[in-house]
């Protein structure tokens, strides 16, 4: 399919190279949420839903709904009308569409997490003799806060904590860097830091890197299931990040720090004002493991084989048939 990116580009792939799925898409036609053309032939109508806009525009409520659903979301609803039954990413993906999309029909759906190839090998273990190594992996949309980053590097040198940081991002596309008027957190950058920035990388590479690190750290706060993070998963690192959107949903919940967000409508496509009492509580979150690093490391490898690509498959094919 042409111009998929971000997570429906590592679907797609995932999906696709499944064997099983073939034979499935010979009697079945799955929608890729906003996708004008979908996988497979068939004349049972499916849908992938990953999350909607709910950009706020105006102060205008109603407004909102109508610019939303007749302008982002336009897509996703005609494909929805020609579904008959519907897959969601997340309890949180499923909420914000019934929320902001109202749709007249209630249709029957399901909810199915990303999976990940199984990784065999195990994270970098930290070593409070050497360096601390954070990793994230996001696209650079205003929503995943990379620029977070950079208040949080001033905050651990501040700490006297050895530590590198290691960013691994690509641009959104361009009618989504329009709406955010060009800007990058590239803009944040500061003098003499410590982050690496690193761009275009294979799956394997960054699945090697996330490897080589010691603990994984996000501050994307409403996304409906991101494949950064059950990559991060499936390594078994230790993950930082707060407790909203699907967060909860997917993550251990040992080191989630509280994060509140507004349930309504939110300026998706503008870098926030750094919050500097989240920083903190994502700081304090990083002493706490590397107080007891072996107690982290223990729990998330043993939750490593949760989020399974060939098991998303499997439920997949159960219900599609």
Not at 79 to 99: A, D, G, P, W
Not at 186 to 196: L, P
Not at 278 to 286: N, P, R
């Given at each position: 399919?042409?111009?998929?990116?971000?997570?429906?580009?590592?679907?797609?792939?995932?999906?696709n190279?499944?064997?099983?799925?073939?034979?499935?898409?010979?009697?079945?036609?799955?929608?890729?949420?906003?996708?004008?053309?979908?996988?497979?032939?068939?004349?049972?109508?499916?849908?992938?839903?990953?999350?909607?806009?709910?950009?706020?525009?105006?102060?205008?409520?109603?407004?909102?709904?109508?610019?939303?659903?007749?302008?982002?979301?336009?897509?996703?609803?005609n494909?929805?009308?020609?579904?008959?039954?519907?897959?969601?990413?997340?309890?949180?993906?499923?909420?914000?569409?019934?929320?902001?999309?109202?749709?007249?029909?209630?249709?029957?759906?399901?909810?199915?997490?990303?999976?990940?190839?199984?990784?065999?090998?195990?994270?970098?273990?930290?070593?409070?003799?050497?360096?601390?190594?954070?990793?994230?992996?996001?696209?650079?949309?205003p929503?995943?806060?990379?620029?977070?980053?950079?208040?949080?590097?001033?905050?651990?040198?501040?700490?006297?904590?050895?530590?590198?940081?290691?960013?691994?991002?690509?641009?959104?596309?361009?009618?989504?860097?329009?709406?955010?008027?060009?800007?990058?957190?590239?803009d944040?950058?500061?003098?003499?830091?410590?982050?690496?920035?690193?761009?275009?990388?294979?799956?394997?590479?960054?699945?090697?890197?996330?490897?080589?690190?010691n603990?994984?750290?996000?501050?994307?706060?409403?996304?409906?299931?991101?494949?950064?993070?059950?990559?991060?998963?499936?390594?078994?690192?230790?993950?930082?990040?707060?407790?909203?959107?699907s967060?909860?949903?997917?993550?251990?919940?040992?080191?989630?720090?509280?994060?509140?967000?507004?349930?309504?409508?939110?300026n998706?496509?503008?870098?926030?004002?750094?919050?500097?009492?989240?920083?903190?509580?994502?700081?304090?979150?990083?002493?706490?493991?590397?107080?007891n690093?072996?107690?982290?490391?223990?729990?998330?490898?043993?939750?490593?084989?949760?989020?399974?690509?060939?098991?998303?498959?499997?439920q997949?094919?159960?219900?599609?048939?």
């Amino acid at each position: 399919m042409d111009n998929l990116r971000g997570g429906i580009l590592t679907f797609y792939n995932n999906f696709n190279s499944d064997p099983r799925t073939s034979k499935l898409m010979d009697s079945t036609s799955l929608y890729l949420a906003s996708k004008k053309k979908p996988l497979g032939n068939g004349k049972k109508n499916f849908i992938r839903i990953d999350g909607v806009y709910f950009h706020k525009f105006s102060s205008n409520n109603k407004a909102n709904y109508f610019l939303n659903n007749y302008l982002l979301n336009r897509g996703i609803i005609n494909n929805y009308n020609k579904c008959e039954k519907i897959i969601f990413q997340s309890k949180f993906s499923k909420e914000t569409f019934l929320k902001i999309v109202k749709p007249k029909s209630i249709k029957e759906s399901i909810i199915i997490y990303n999976g990940c190839k199984e990784i065999l090998e195990y994270p970098l273990s930290f070593n409070k003799n050497n360096k601390l190594k954070i990793i994230t992996c996001s696209l650079d949309h205003p929503t995943k806060r990379l620029h977070y980053f950079f208040e949080l590097e001033k905050k651990l040198k501040l700490q006297n904590i050895d530590f590198e940081i290691t960013i691994i991002t690509n641009l959104i596309d361009l009618k989504q860097r329009l709406l955010s008027k060009m800007k990058s957190f590239d803009d944040y950058f500061v003098k003499d830091s410590k982050i690496k920035i690193l761009r275009n990388l294979s799956k394997t590479q960054v699945v090697t890197h996330l490897l080589n690190s010691n603990l994984y750290v996000s501050f994307s706060h409403i996304d409906p299931c991101p494949n950064s993070i059950i990559e991060a998963i499936s390594v078994g690192l230790p993950i930082i990040a707060p407790n909203s959107g699907s967060m909860h949903e997917l993550c251990l919940n040992d080191l989630l720090y509280n994060k509140k967000i507004n349930r309504d409508f939110l300026n998706l496509f503008q870098y926030e004002k750094v919050d500097n009492l989240e920083v903190i509580k994502v700081s304090e979150k990083i002493e706490l493991f590397m107080s007891n690093s072996s107690f982290f490391y223990e729990n998330s490898i043993k939750y490593k084989k949760r989020f399974i690509l060939e098991d998303m498959i499997d439920q997949y094919i159960t219900f599609m048939k």
